[in-house]
């Protein structure tokens, strides 16, 4: 972009909530069902139908607005903002307007070097609408969605470039995460974020017109949109002209972003108190107890074992992948003489630990560690053996003597079995005695195949060069 402006960014993040019902009626929350299977007068807004708030819906707004260390409101309100749009059969959502349930919050992002503080001015629930499935007879509707909770999160204009609101989204997504918040998927659609932006000279501090962009589906898209719009506007000021306040879609194809409508005012929605649902009153001890109930940070467990265990950034990120998989770190780490060892073991298969609850024990975990640790089985065998706990937990010290799996450091069994081959490969022998050290590999390849892996390497490299070095050759 021309180096004369400076891009100037606020974001709108929408999250749905990982609750197990909707917003304000019984319905499952389930992504990819059947569609129209899970839904009902309430959330398909039939005549007379009544909501009720969903409490967990409420708490888990309240908590990711303490993630982002928002002041929580004791006294907010629910109102109605109203559009007709197919997706919306009751034709207005129950969104929050001028009393949100947290305010004024920030995230510390990565930046340049140092660390840049994003404000953020809101955090708000509000329920999310159905989808639109655009087919060749025609357009259909899957109403699972409507009345999802979800919670949107306004920052100030506060980003200057692309890569700080990819770093914004990153951490974002962590924590929510990491809290058992929401997916934040963003190809599921349970993260979206519209990306508000305008340029201005170098040395400005008023403002521009900005664009709304919509429809960012992934961090990259996200990126790619900015750096088109960033250009788009640039190119309008040079050439004379003016921007005005605009609503565009991107265009995952060619790149490029596209004028849908001219920027909705918030008097367009004609907003008004929901009259079916009273306000919002918490307790300050319920805020407590909420806050109490938040994990620690992943930034500040993985600070913490690189610390005390020496585990290195990467295999504490994949530790920190989920609360669970973070959590049964934890408690093995502290029962095993060799936490960094189980940090790698464990990190080995991301996909893995992803998936949810660990179904192996702490005491196991710490077990397998420690068998690995003090050589009684090769790395090789302990990832078997892990994969082994999580189909059935059990002790992986008895697994390890009923399917034979220790390593086998014993001279009094391995000093026999290299004579054995160093009789049967004469011709090995030989080579390695001629110089060929290569030789030596071939000699520990059978005593691993004789013991199907188990001979302690070390050990049996050392035994046969004994032999080999002792032996007088036999020609002599
Ligand atoms: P609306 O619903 O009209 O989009 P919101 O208050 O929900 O209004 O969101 C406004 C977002 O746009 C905020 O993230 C804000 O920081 C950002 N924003 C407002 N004005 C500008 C501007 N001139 N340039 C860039 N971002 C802006
Ligand atoms: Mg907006
Ligand atoms: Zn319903």
């Known amino acids: 972009m021309s180096t004369r402006y400076e891009t100037v960014i606020g974001l709108e993040t929408h999250i749905e909530l990982k609750t197990e019902t909707k917003a304000f009626c019984s319905c499952a929350v389930e992504f990819g069902a059947e569609p129209n299977t899970h839904c009902c007068p309430v959330c ?16 888990f707004a309240v908590k990711a607005g303490l993630l982002l260390h928002c002041r929580v409101s004791l006294r907010s309100k629910l109102d109605r903002k109203n559009y007709y749009y197919p997706d919306l059969p009751k034709a207005y959502q129950i969104s929050q307007y001028d009393q949100p349930i947290c305010t004024g919050g920030w995230l510390e992002i990565p930046s340049g070097g140092g660390t ?38 306004v920052t100030m204009p506060d980003f200057r470039s692309a890569e700080e609101v990819t770093a914004y989204l990153q951490l974002l997504r962590e924590r929510i995460r990491f809290a ?4 934040c998927r963003m190809n599921e659609g349970s993260l979206r974020c519209d990306v508000n932006l305008s340029i201005r000279p170098l040395g400005s501090h008023a403002l521009g ?37 605009e609503t565009r879609g991107f265009d995952e194809g060619t790149g490029e972003t596209f004028p849908m409508r001219r920027k909705e005012s918030q008097s367009d929605y004609r907003f008004f108190p929901e009259p079916d649902l009273p306000p919002i009153v918490l307790t300050q001890e319920q805020v407590a107890r909420w806050a109490s109930e938040l994990p620690e940070l992943p930034d ?9 265990y020496g585990v290195n950034r990467e295999t504490a990120e994949a530790l920190t992948v989920t609360r669970a998989a973070a959590e049964a770190f934890e408690r093995a780490a502290a029962l095993t003489r060799f936490p960094k060892l189980l940090a790698t073991l464990l990190a080995a298969d991301p996909a893995r630990l992803a998936e949810g609850e660990i ?48 390593k086998i450091t014993d001279r009094a069994v391995l000093e026999p079995l290299t004579r054995e081959i160093l009789a049967d490969s004469p011709r090995a022998a030989a080579d390695y005695r001629a110089g060929k050290k290569a030789a030596l590999q071939s000699l520990l390849g059978q005593a691993m195949r004789r013991t199907q892996g188990r001979a302690d390497p070390d050990v049996t490299r050392e035994l046969f060069l004994a032999s080999l070095q002792a032996e007088p050759r036999k020609e002599e």
């Open 359 to 406: 179904p192996v024990s702490a005491e196991h975990l710490a077990a397998l560690s420690d068998l690995l640790g003090e050589k009684t089985i090769g790395s090789g065998t302990a990832k078997e053996l892990l994969a082994l706990l999580w189909k059935e937990d059990q002790d992986p010290r008895e697994a390890v003597g009923r399917l034979g799996l220790g």
């Open 180 to 183: 058992g918040l929401s997916d």
């Open 116 to 153: 840049k503080r994003i404000r953020i001015e809101r955090l708000h629930l509000e329920e999310d609408a159905g989808k639109l499935i655009h087919g060749e007879g025609g357009t259909l509707l899957d109403c699972n969605r409507c009345g999802v909770p979800l919670i949107e999160i």
């Open 209 to 245: 017109e900005r664009a709304e962009l919509k429809n960012l589906n992934s961090f990259q898209f996200a990126a790619k949109a900015i750096a088109y719009e960033e250009r788009r506007q640039a190119a309008v000021l040079d050439a004379g002209g003016a921007l005005f306040p």
């Open 300 to 308: 500040v467990l993985r600070e913490r074992w690189r610390a005390t």
């Open 44 to 59: 398909t807004g039939m005549p007379g139908a009544l909501p009720v708030l969903n409490a967990k819906a409420v708490e």
